[in-house]
């Protein structure tokens, strides 16, 4: 529930241009609203804030994306994963459930400054032993190209519906503002519109000498949004019932 302040006569600090007043940190895990109302004998005026920050991004997230599927048709496909917070670094999260390989996790970086949220491009994610078959994280551009570049990611900027009771951040990853490239025909200006699992034969994210062997997973117009796990809560409240009997 959000929260709301009624600033009464004296509360706050008045200054030149208004009020100045302190919220308290959020610690909740989630971004949180909340309405400051100021009445005044010309009438009543109310302000909603939001607080949001690299640390209410952890947590289940519906996907949604499209795919190959038969016959290399575009098919939409929608699953939960989590995201999950680096212990050392606050600002780097990792998508598990994203990639049907089971245990590969995509790695995104969060700025707090833009609220962006960034698929990393180019990382290593692993190696198949079975297959010998190195991983990586490759991002494709609308002109059809694939791009192993570092330098590039897959942004989301955070969207927050304050007209929603709970906010549970939304983020549509969509290149913006392009990058140029050189193509077969010269130089190419495209935008990045997907990221994907790809497969190595060595352990370098090149393309020549026949040591890109194919992608594995792709996730074209990506877009996340977290929700509220009912499974966790039941599990939680499961929890409590426990300790409260012994």
């Given amino acids: 529930a959000g929260i709301v302040l009624e600033l009464k006569p004296g509360a706050g600090e008045k200054v030149k241009e208004g009020y100045n007043f302190t919220l308290t940190e959020n610690t909740t895990g989630n971004a949180r609203k909340g309405t400051v109302i100021f009445k005044s004998q010309k009438g009543t005026k109310e302000i909603t804030f939001v607080q949001f920050g690299v640390n209410d991004i952890a947590g289940t997230y519906e996907a949604t994306y499209s795919t190959f599927g038969e016959g290399d048709d575009w098919v939409s496909e929608t699953v939960k994963i989590e995201l999950l917070q ?91 503002k392009g990058f140029s490239f050189t193509g077969e025909t010269g130089t190419i200006k495209s935008f990045i519109d997907a990221i994907g699992v790809y497969v190595f034969a060595s352990k370098s994210p090149t393309f020549g000498n026949n040591n890109n062997l194919g992608y594995y997973d792709i996730f074209k117009g990506l877009s996340i949004k977290k929700i509220k796990y009912l499974f966790l809560i039941l599990l939680l409240k499961k929890s409590l019932l426990k300790k409260r009997q012994n």
Avoid: C
């Fill in 86 to 176: 680096d212990e050392e670094n606050e600002a780097v999260f990792y998508a598990d459930g994203l990639s049907s390989i089971r245990g590969v996790v995509l790695p995104l970086k969060f700025d707090g400054e833009t609220y962006q949220l960034s698929a990393l491009n180019g990382q290593y994610l692993g190696f198949i032993e079975s297959q010998k078959w190195y991983l990586y994280t490759i991002v494709r551009s609308e002109a059809g190209y694939v791009h192993a570049d570092t330098s590039l990611s897959y942004p989301a900027i955070a969207e927050l519906d304050v007209d929603d009771e709970e906010l549970m951040p939304f983020f549509p990853f969509k290149d913006r």
